[in-house]
């Protein structure tokens, strides 16, 4: 229907109308107005059917609205636009047809033989009344509102728009000239008048429908136009090493295998290899850098060249010889602990790197976990495979440390504290390692308590017990209670043995 056409099928229907109407002007039988309902419920089943598939068209344009915003939101807003112009109409013909039936037997369109309702309301002398005035005002604004919406884009559906609502007047058989509203409505039986009106509802949706499609379509024209592509330099990698040769190609943005293109230029020089729609690249990459690919393009389009720029830029950097390798969490490695590191080579793929060390496996990429053992340095081997084939490697080495004394703790502080006796006799001995870089979960099973005056106590796990607390409680005021010997381990790594434990002194304020 884009550009103004009908279908067979509604011009079918609309020939028959005509029909109809020329019999029911030579006044022939009355069963020729029940007729009429079977017009009227085609048109109503091509209204109810029109409905659906412009509420589809309409969905698929919010969908594409949603995936390509700044393409067809301008477009969704355009048809929600025309739905809003098109139902309001529809429903205004609607109110007239329902108005024109009332206390009328509607059951068969026989009875609906007089043409005196709506020329009472519409028609007087040679004029129209003020409810014709209304109804033509209502058409034209229809007319003025679709055409506004569907602008000078959409010049041939507003055509097609215009035309189905044509008011200019009419020559009848006479040779003379009739105002359209009194040639198509004036002295018409009712079945005919409401099936007139059916009819312009069908107009209304197929106008609706040719728009959603006239919209899609000429958003479709514009995707495949080349002058919408964008030339695409695909290198064969993303980095170069000095003294390499470039290679790559050059695509466009939509990849077609048909695409034949007349001249194209890079970086000065006609190339000449094309192949399936694509222009394979093989030159110097030129000095260590950011190196720019520039050219042109060249096709035609509808009889005339035109051309796309090729705009694009690579690096070229030097061929390594050297690995990068760090210690994520410092530049030492500990001992008793899994040391994270990141192991890589500069230009070559994390598959094609290895590394090895005592205690050293690796996690994935170029992730690494380092758990030394004995000694107080570790030598980390590196080696890679260029692009080329050919070998390169590298090593460097760490320094293993222990890992700090803990520091004591009573209620998580350390030191010299002041508390009473009962929040010491139920307060966690603990240990930690302030300012280790390490988050380690250090696990007490056992410590000491002394009491100037009175035998050292010993006890189990990291609470006091009934010997520690009765120790605690013959303190006088102002004593000092010392916890020593804190036994700790790190959880996990029971067979690393950490350094004796700092003590803990408590001054007793009760």
């Known amino acids: 229907m884009a550009g103004g056409t009908t279908s067979p099928r509604q011009k079918m229907i609309n020939l028959m109308y005509l029909v109809f109407i020329a019999m029911i002007a030579m006044n022939v039988d009355k069963e020729i107005l029940s007729a009429f309902k079977i017009f009227d419920m085609k048109f109503a089943s091509s209204n109810a059917r029109l409905t659906d598939e412009n509420q589809l068209a309409l969905a698929g344009l919010e969908a594409k609205a949603t995936e390509q915003a700044a393409k067809y939101e301008p477009l969704l807003e355009k048809a929600k636009n025309v739905k809003t112009i098109s139902d309001n109409f529809y429903s205004y013909l609607g109110t007239i047809k329902d108005s024109l039936t009332e206390g009328v037997d509607t059951s068969s369109y026989a009875n609906l033989d007089k043409s005196s309702v709506l020329d009472e309301r519409w028609f007087t002398g040679d004029g129209y009344t003020q409810k014709g005035d209304a109804f033509l005002a209502a058409l034209n604004q229809y007319k003025e509102d679709m055409a506004a919406a569907l602008g000078p884009e959409f010049s041939d559906v507003n055509r097609a728009v215009q035309s189905s609502f044509d008011t200019t007047p009419v020559e009848n058989k006479d040779g003379k000239e009739v105002a359209w509203l009194k040639y198509n409505f004036e002295g018409y039986p009712l079945a005919a008048t409401i099936t007139r009106f059916t009819q312009m509802q069908n107009d209304i949706k197929s106008n609706e429908s040719e728009v959603y499609s006239s919209l899609l379509q000429g958003q479709l024209s514009k995707d495949v136009s080349l002058s919408n592509y964008e030339a695409i330099v695909i290198p064969e990698k993303t980095a170069f090493f000095s003294g390499e040769r470039f290679k790559g190609k050059v695509v466009l943005g939509r990849f077609d295998n048909s695409l034949n293109f007349d001249k194209v230029v890079v970086n000065g020089n006609e190339i000449k290899n094309l192949k399936a729609g694509q222009v394979v690249l093989d030159f110097p990459t030129g000095n260590v850098g950011t190196q720019k690919i520039t050219g042109e393009l060249v096709y035609t389009e509808e009889g005339e060249p035109k051309s796309i720029p090729i705009r694009s830029e690579y690096a070229v950097i030097n061929r390594p010889n050297s690995a990068t390798i760090s210690a994520d969490k410092m530049n030492v490695v ?151 010997d804190i036994n700790a381990k790190i959880a996990g790594n029971s067979s690393y043995l950490l350094k004796q434990v700092s003590p803990v002194f408590v001054e007793l304020t009760n």
């Open 334 to 484: 500990y001992r008793g602990v899994a040391n994270p590191m990141t192991i890589s080579f500069a230009g070559i793929a994390d598959n094609n790197v290895s590394a090895s060390a005592p205690g050293l496996s690796k996690g994935g990429s170029s992730s690494y976990t380092m758990s030394p053992g004995s000694g107080r340095e570790v030598t980390i081997n590196v080696s890679g495979t260029l692009p080329d084939g050919s070998k390169v490697s590298d090593s460097k080495q760490f320094r293993i440390k222990d890992i700090p004394r803990p520091v004591g703790t009573v209620r998580g502080e350390s030191d010299i504290i002041k508390m009473q006796k009962n929040a010491l006799s139920i307060s966690t001995i603990g240990a930690n390692l302030p300012d280790f870089d390490f988050d380690l979960n250090l696990q007490v099973t056992g410590f000491k308590v002394n009491v100037p005056g009175k035998p050292t106590v010993q006890v189990n796990g990291s609470k006091m017990d009934s010997r520690a607390n009765d120790l605690i409680r013959q303190a006088p005021r102002g004593s000092t209670v010392q916890v020593f």
